[in-house]
C-alpha cells in the first residue's frame, strides 16, 4: 500500500443501488481537495467502473492516497465483478434517505462483500445521503442506527446538494481503516 509521497494508499469502494447518489458523493468529495478543479454539473449514469484519487492527511499523523472506485451502473444488474472488490479496504455502503428499497438492499450489498472477501478483511460506514431532502424521507435516522448496529458498522448522513458531512463521511473511514492495520 505505499505510495509516492504518501505513506498508504487505500482502496475504498463506493456500494448501494443506482440513484442513490454515489457518483455525486464521490464528485463532491473529490471537488473539495484543494486546488481542485471545476466539477461538472450533473453526473452522467456511465457503465463501467471509474475511479478517482484523493490525498488525505490522516487524525493519527500518516497523510495517505485514497483511491476510490465508483461502479458506474453495474449496481443496477447487481453484476459486480470479484475484481472489483479485490483489495478494498474501505467501503461505504450507501442508501438513499428517500428511497426504501435502497435502504432495504443495503444487508445485500454488504452479504456481497463479506462473501467476496471473507468476514474482518474491509471497514465498512453505511450513509444515509440525500439528507437534505428532509420532507420526502422515508428512512429514520434511528432504524438506519439499528442497520448499522446489527451490521457492526458506523453510520452517517450526507447530503452532496450542500456538501454536508462528505468530507467528515471519509475521513472517518480513513481514520477508521488506518486503526485497522
Ligand atoms: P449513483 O447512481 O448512485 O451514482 O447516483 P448519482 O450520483 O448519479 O445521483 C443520482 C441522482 O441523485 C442525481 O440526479 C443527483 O443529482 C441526485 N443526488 C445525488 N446526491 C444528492 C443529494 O445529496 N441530494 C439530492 N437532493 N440529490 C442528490
Ligand atoms: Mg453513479
Redesign the pocket.
Known amino acids: 500500500m505505499e505510495a509516492e509521497g504518501c505513506r498508504y494508499q487505500f482502496r475504498i469502494a463506493l456500494l ?1 443501488d ?8 464521490l464528485r463532491c468529495y473529490v471537488a473539495g481537495a484543494p486546488g481542485a478543479p471545476e466539477p461538472e454539473a ?2 452522467e ?1 456511465t457503465v463501467g467502473v471509474d475511479f478517482y484519487r484523493r490525498a488525505l492527511q490522516l487524525r493519527a499523523g500518516p497523510r495517505v492516497k485514497l483511491q476510490l472506485w ?1 461502479t458506474a451502473g453495474h449496481e443496477r444488474f447487481r453484476c459486480i465483478t470479484r475484481s472489483f472488490y479485490r483489495n478494498v479496504v474501505g467501503v461505504l455502503l ?1 442508501f438513499d434517505v428517500t428511497n426504501r428499497k435502497s435502504f432495504e438492499h443495503i444487508r445485500d450489498w454488504h452479504q456481497d462483500v463479506m462473501a467476496t472477501q471473507g468476514p474482518d478483511k474491509a471497514i465498512f460506514l453505511l450513509i444515509g ?2 439528507s ?2 428532509q420532507s420526502a424521507r422515508c428512512v429514520s435516522t434511528q432504524e438506519a442506527q439499528e442497520l448499522a448496529a446489527s451490521l457492526g458498522v458506523a453510520f452517517m448522513e ?4 450542500n456538501c454536508c458531512n462528505v468530507e467528515l463521511a471519509f475521513d472517518t473511514l480513513a481514520d477508521a481503516i488506518q486503526q485497522a492495520l
Open positions: 448501494g443506482a440513484a442513490v447518489g454515489k457518483t455525486s458523493l450533473e453526473p449514469p465508483d450507501v445521503h440525500k437534505d431532502l450526507t447530503s452532496a446538494r
